[in-house]
């Protein structure tokens, strides 16, 4: 008790002879737990009582179960709710704050109307599943529209595999990735995604009258003609609750304690919660968690977490994007550390007798200078029949990492390394990805190259932005990338030769045709031919897809063909028949070349090893359901690994415009909307939308044509591939997602024109002081 690192203690009272009791006839479970624990209780008070201390320390029971509570009373224990306890803390008023709401029962607004149907019990749910009523699968909330949403439906029927859901009623409560039941609609009521965009802008919880008229407006935006399956949420099977990142938005109301708080995604629902902290959380990035969603509140209850930091501060925002997208980054336990081999470390003359001496081969890496994670290598070497041999030489890092420990189960978790604008979260530890397992010069190992598309150079102090491009490959890039292919697709050979229902691989599936449909037509406007039949067709039809007088028009072909692709995924090959690379056009593909950075590369690591006889097996490396539950986790964390990449890269180059105000760059259409045109910037490897239509101001004549396609905005035409000049601004009216604005500046549209550079400035400022201002009245 006197150790100050034990933040708690576990008490194993069912196997302690003074605490163990018998349940008693006519006793239900539960009450028999309840009073095990209370009898727990008073023994542990009188055990506290032998020890030899000036402090007496008292045992203090907390249960929310009102009749265990009175029992307590009863028999002479001290018992709190959670909520009374708490509050009698007095040194600490804002731990209230993080109360959970107890029951959606209990927290139901008084006299509010009832908003949602009621959600239908599990046991109905899982009836009606098996019946066929109802159907089964993944919610996914849109970020356009909030009235609108898609079920994802498990199972492998090809009918009804995506169902819309559409209107506040039919949307019933249910959060971004739930598991859900859902009823169709009789086809009469289907509906066809919207192309509205609608943001949840209400402060008021009450007002549900502006929520039907968006209804409406989405209703007759529909062509019955792309109506699709559409339901309505019947009940919730898995909530997908997790702690979310965003920000207070604060009650007009002086004195008020509750407050809604508006999440970073904005996929999720704006949050109810009570807290006394109102002011000082203003303008914070805010952890908050959902606690339920009585049916006649307009959003779920919650509570506050924690407070992250200044919003738009770099550190902040980092810690934000990170818990956003789940990527594991706290510092490594000692657990985990434990299992570092203690330094200095050396190849024994025990590691020597089993492996093969190629120090006298000239190997070298390709990499920039600042790398510091060198997990592969190469030697070339001429034979005495003329041809050439080229090694490739990868970190043994399966060698300290052993199967089933402490580090072992950390690596798996976290899946891949996250590399980020201005910091890296390793894999495993700074150790191994850094040294043991880095092939640097002059040292003695037994043996990836991370090109992310946009480059910043930082400022040596302030570590800002100061100059963004693109990420030049060089000849070399390409070489180092071919060998790495050609030993990956070797090494996924042998190992499912050897493991043929067991070993880890990775598969691209083909696209469905018509993915290509936009590709197809952007080349057909400027009179190129693509062939989508094959991956081979496709890669020699973007070959000769080349215009003298547009040299970078081969570029933004092969950036479209990338958009048409499907997700790479990893599999376990006992659980699939389906094995083809589509992008690298092979039969079979597995990672094998970054142990350091991913662990699906650790895992063939051991395989190869068993199949080369070098190691012995381990039973979880040939269970194929373990290794395919392995997948799925990999499969994620990667998926999360690129979204946060992305919102670093997205991070960081508001910072780099917010130094820059207003930038007017050369661009060119890299899709064509209805209302809008999308751009890339090559100078900055950026993308952005062109939107023709302005809050408040006359819209321009519109007309878009889906076949070429193309949008002539009053007497301009624009198609796909099209060079334009637009201006470039931050927008940073909404601190929590700035975002940049584009606006068209060459070819000038009569009657349109950019909005005065001067006003985009103070609009890109001064907004969030316009809003301050007019709360404080």
């Known amino acids: 008790m006197a150790s100050p690192d034990k933040h708690f203690y576990s008490f194993t009272n069912e196997h302690h002879r003074e605490t163990y009791i018998e349940q008693e006839q006519g006793e239900s479970s539960n009450d028999r737990n309840d009073r095990a624990i209370r009898v727990a209780v008073k023994w542990y008070n009188e055990h506290l009582k032998q020890m030899n201390t000036e402090e007496k320390i008292q045992v203090i029971f907390l249960t929310n179960d009102r009749k265990n509570k009175e029992k307590a009373l009863e028999e002479g224990i001290t018992a709190y709710t959670c909520e009374e306890y708490v509050k009698s803390l007095i040194a600490n008023p804002d731990l209230v704050d993080r109360l959970a709401c107890i029951s959606d029962a209990g927290n139901e607004i008084e006299n509010a109307r009832v908003i949602f149907p009621e959600h239908l019990p599990l046991s109905k749910l899982q009836q009606g599943i098996k019946s066929g009523t109802y159907l089964q699968g993944t919610f996914r909330a849109s970020r356009e529209n909030y009235l609108e949403a898609t079920v994802w439906v498990h199972g492998d029927a090809e009918e009804n595999k995506e169902i819309i859901i559409q209107g506040l009623k039919h949307l019933n409560r249910a959060v971004h990735e739930d598991i859900v039941a859902v009823e169709l609609l009789a086809k009469s009521d289907w509906v066809a995604l919207s192309s509205v965009v609608l943001q949840d802008e209400g402060q008021n919880e009450e007002d549900t009258e502006k929520e039907e008229e968006k209804e409406n407006v989405l209703k007759t935006s529909i062509n019955k003609n792309m109506s699709r399956p559409t339901g309505r949420v019947v009940g919730i099977i898995k909530r997908n609750w997790r702690p979310l990142c965003g920000m207070l938005s604060k009650s007009q109301i002086k004195e008020a304690r509750r407050h809604l708080f508006t999440p970073a995604d904005r996929r999720i629902p704006r949050i109810r919660i009570e807290t006394r902290q109102a002011s000082t959380l203003e303008g914070q990035r805010i952890i908050v968690a959902i606690d339920g969603w009585p049916r006649n509140a307009r959003y779920p209850n919650g509570h506050f977490v924690k407070n992250l930091g200044t919003a738009g501060d770099k550190e902040t925002e980092t810690e934000v994007l990170l818990l956003e997208h789940d990527v594991p980054h ?167 030769e050897e493991f043929s229902e067991c070993a880890l691989l990775r598969k691209h599936p083909a696209p469905p045709p018509s993915n290509y449909d936009i590709l197809v037509k952007a080349a057909k406007s400027k009179n190129l031919e693509i062939k989508t039949d094959s991956a081979k067709a496709l890669a020699d039809s973007l070959d000769k897809a080349e215009t003298p007088d547009f040299p970078y028009l081969n570029t933004l072909l092969r950036i479209l063909a990338t958009r048409c692709m499907m997700q790479a995924v990893y599999f376990c090959s006992g659980m699939d028949n389906d094995f083809h690379h589509y992008g690298l056009a092979s039969p079979i593909y597995t990672h094998f070349t970054s142990p350091i950075r991913r662990y699906a590369d650790i895992i063939v690591h051991r395989l190869l090893a068993v199949a080369i006889r070098a190691d012995s097996t381990y039973p979880e490396l040939t269970d194929k359901h373990k290794l ?27 910072l780099f415009f917010k130094s820059k105000g207003v930038v007017n760059e050369e661009a060119y259409i890299l899709f064509v909307r209805k209302n809008a045109i999308v751009v890339l910037i090559p100078k900055f490897g950026l993308e952005g939308t062109v939107f023709f239509e302005e809050k408040d101001k006359p819209k321009p004549s519109l007309s878009y044509n889906p076949e070429i396609p193309s949008l002539t905005v009053e007497d301009t035409t624009f198609y796909t591939f099209d060079k334009v000049k637009v201006n470039i601004v931050l927008d940073a009216s909404n601190i929590q997602h700035q975002k940049i604005r584009m606006a068209l500046i060459e070819p000038k549209i009569l009657g349109s024109g950019v909005p005065d550079q001067t006003t985009l400035k103070e609009k890109a400022s001064d907004e969030p002081e316009k809003k301050k201002k007019k709360l404080k009245k």
């Open 330 to 496: 706290q510092p490594f336990s000692q657990a985990v550390l434990n299992f570092l081999p203690k330094m200095p470390w050396s190849i024994t003359e025990k590691d020597m007798s089993y492996r093969e001496d190629l120090r006298h081969l000239c190997v070298c890496s390709v990499d920039p200078p600042s790398c510091t994670d060198i997990d592969d290598a190469l030697h070339c070497r001429a034979l005495e029949n003329g041809n050439l041999e080229v090694g490739v030489h990868i970190a043994d890092v399966s060698h300290f990492i052993q199967p089933g420990n402490a580090l072992d189960q950390e690596s798996a978790k976290r899946g891949t390394t996250v590399y980020l604008c201005e910091k890296r979260i390793d894999m495993v530890p700074e150790l191994l990805s850094s040294n043991l397992c880095s092939l640097r010069s002059n040292v003695d190992r037994a043996l990836t190259l991370s090109s992310p598309e946009v480059r910043f150079h930082m400022d040596s102090e302030t570590h800002d932005p100061i100059d963004l491009q693109t990420k030049e490959l060089k000849e070399t890039n390409s070489m180092v990338e071919e060998f790495m292919l050609l030993a990956n697709i070797s090494v996924a050979q042998k190992i499912y």
């Open 628 to 654: 395919a539950d392995l997948c799925k986790n990999l499969n994620y964390r990667h998926k999360m690994a690129q979204y946060a990449q992305r919102a670093s890269v997205a991070f960081h180059t508001q």
